[in-house]
């Protein structure tokens, strides 16, 4: 973004009286008059001499500075900085920053990640000091957005930080947290953009100067220095895990991983009635609370104990938040369509899309079972969020998702969801998390006159965040209001919303409302070649890929061990962390 400034003309200096004149022939001037002339020859002489000697130091201050040597970054700097997208910045960065000259590679990290908070840090104080401004309301909420965003970050960057410290930590979760960091980052510019006036959008993108550069390579370092790749644009798992086959995980006759504890099993596969609940939620009053708001509030914050909160069959017009200090909750509701969380935010009141979300979930382990999430605003209002998960190891089971555009905001870090109904017309799916969706049914509604429909919107922006979109064993069919009209309303697979969308359907069917050429350019040329958009192995009537798109980042998938990379087991297994939620999942391809 290019700066302005005014330019501010400099006047000449006003000039005093000139020099007394003495005319020939005239008395002598009295001893006060003389008195006078002395002390300003003295005194301008006293200036001379005051001016020379400045002159000289300043003189041996610039020849000093050229004698001595400026200081050179390291060969590790240099190697380092190489590897990333911003090798000038990262120079400078770095060669500046404490202990960076002597570093070794490994510890390039822990500055890097170093480095990086301290920057968010100082954007979260430039933006705080912005509250008592003047402006807008949908400014004030993309301020707001910000601030949440980037605290967010220093949550992430700080556990960064603790894991490089210790020697390293697990490769999956810091490349999650880093990549999680840089999309946070990126949503605050997007909702600074939906609205929000020049001057407010100015004073905000200068407090956050350069930062999207500097965590980019952060992120890039660590991948260099962790060993962490991408096989063809695909995400290698967890190196510690790399032993383990796609599948080789076995399954318990219930359909549950073989190493779930026996209590989450239980608390998943129980019927409502049986379960005991450690909030109850009703709107009859016959429950702990008559809103879900009181029971959040509620939940102890950083708990490492699973909280469970039960919502009875009703529905709930509520705008709700777990945020990022509430740990391991659960809410479950008496099943689809039963429990009810309704909104009707939309971008067109004066939020921006990151803000639109009925329900939205940040706190680390977040589960939802058994529950309808949903945006009731009318198509014309566009952008309505349903559901926005930004935790990570969330899990969502059993739930139906409900909008037009932009419905599930699948936003950041790592996210499994099971045998849920997802509903919309434009981009309804959307986001940047590393997320498998698996035997789920995602739905096409009737869009607006002269709207496509599109399923996915997918943003990865920076080639190193190990995100993306793996819609495994799915049906993907068209509801019924679109049903009568498929033919003359295309709906299309995606389309790349950032420069490295990354996307894979497999073993999904595929119903006859899918477009022939499957996929959807956002705008021109953009995103066509560095895009990784796959299919393996689906099937249906839309399946067919023989008039698919030819983009250069399009592929028909016909490795077995390339589509494993997006199973549950390899793209967001991480740490073993899925199994201990109790949900029944498909590590491998089948």
């Known amino acids: 973004m290019a700066s302005s400034y005014n330019k501010i ?6 000039h005093g009286p000139g020099p007394t004149t003495i005319q020939l022939g005239a008395s002598r001037p009295p001893k006060k008059k003389k008195k006078l002339i002395f002390l300003g020859i003295a005194v301008m002489a006293l200036l001379l001499v005051c001016g020379v000697a400045v002159s000289l130091y300043v003189r041996s201050r610039v020849t000093d500075s050229r004698r001595r040597p400026s200081v050179q970054p390291s060969q590790a700097v240099v190697l380092a900085c190489g590897q990333t997208r911003y090798p000038s910045l990262c120079l400078k960065s770095l060669t500046g920053f404490p202990g960076s000259h002597a570093a070794a590679k490994s510890d390039l990290v822990r500055i890097s990640v170093n480095l990086t908070l301290r920057h968010v840090g100082q954007a ?116 510690r895990l790399l032993e383990a086959a796609p599948g080789s995980f076995p399954l318990e006759e219930d359909g549950f991983p073989a190493w779930l504890t026996a209590r989450d099993r239980r608390l998943l596969t129980m019927e409502m009635k049986d379960v005991q609940a450690d909030i109850v939620v009703a709107a009859d009053g016959s429950g702990t609370y008559r809103t879900i708001t009181e029971a959040i509030k509620a939940v102890p914050e950083q708990s490492t104990k699973r909280t469970v909160i039960y919502v009875k069959t009703g529905r709930y017009q509520e705008y709700l938040k777990v945020a990022r200090k509430k740990w391991n909750v659960l809410i479950m509701g008496d099943g689809k369509g039963k429990t009810v969380i309704s ?74 969801y099971r045998e849920c109904d997802i509903y919309g017309t434009v981009d309804f799916i959307f986001g940047n998390a590393a997320v498998v969706i698996q035997k789920s049914n995602i739905i096409a509604r009737k ?144």
């Open 124 to 239: 979260v104080s430039g933006l705080s000091g912005l509250a008592g401004a003047s402006m807008t309301r949908i400014a004030r909420r993309a301020v707001k957005d910000c601030l949440e965003l980037l605290e967010d970050s220093m949550d992430q960057l700080s556990k960064s930080m603790a894991a490089a410290a210790s020697g390293g930590g697990n490769t999956a979760d810091v490349m999650t947290w880093l990549s999680a960091a840089l999309t946070n980052q990126d949503t605050c510019m997007e909702g600074m953009g939906q609205g929000t006036e020049g001057v407010v959008r100015d004073r905000v993108a200068a407090q956050l100067e350069n930062l999207e550069e500097i965590i980019s390579n952060c992120l890039a370092i660590y991948a260099m220095a962790s060993g962490a790749r991408d096989y063809a644009g695909i995400p290698v798992k967890n190196r």
């Open 343 to 416: 909104g009707a935010r939309t971008i067109q009141e004066g939020y921006t899309t990151f803000h639109t979300a009925t329900f939205a979930a940040t706190g680390f382990g977040f589960i939802a079972r058994d529950i309808t999430f949903e945006n009731s605003a009318d198509p014309s209002k566009h952008q309505a969020v349903a559901l926005r998960i930004g935790a990570d190891h969330a899990v969502i089971y059993r739930c139906s998702i409900i909008s037009y555009q932009d419905t599930l905001y699948v936003h950041s870090q790592r996210q499994f």
């Open 447 to 590: 869009p607006m006159a002269n709207q496509k429909n599109t399923i996915t919107a997918q943003n990865r922006k920076d080639p190193n965040q190990n995100t993306g979109m793996s819609i495994h064993d799915c049906q993907i069919l068209a509801a019924q209001d679109l049903e009568p009209v498929k033919n003359s309303v295309p709906t299309y697979l995606g389309r790349p919303w950032k420069l490295y969308s990354r996307v894979v359907y497999m073993l999904s069917y595929m119903g006859d409302h899918i477009d022939p050429s499957g996929w959807l350019p956002w705008m021109g040329s953009f995103a066509l070649d560095t895009l990784y958009y796959g299919e393996y192995m689906n099937y249906g009537p839309g399946a067919a890929t023989g008039k698919r798109v030819q983009w250069p980042g399009y592929r028909v998938i016909t490795s077995a061990e390339e589509a494993g990379k997006f199973t549950v087991a390899e793209f967001i297994y991480g740490t073993s962390w899925l199994p201990y939620t109790g949900v029944a999942f498909v590590g491998g391809l089948s």
């Open 9 to 14: 003309d400099t006047a000449e200096p006003s």
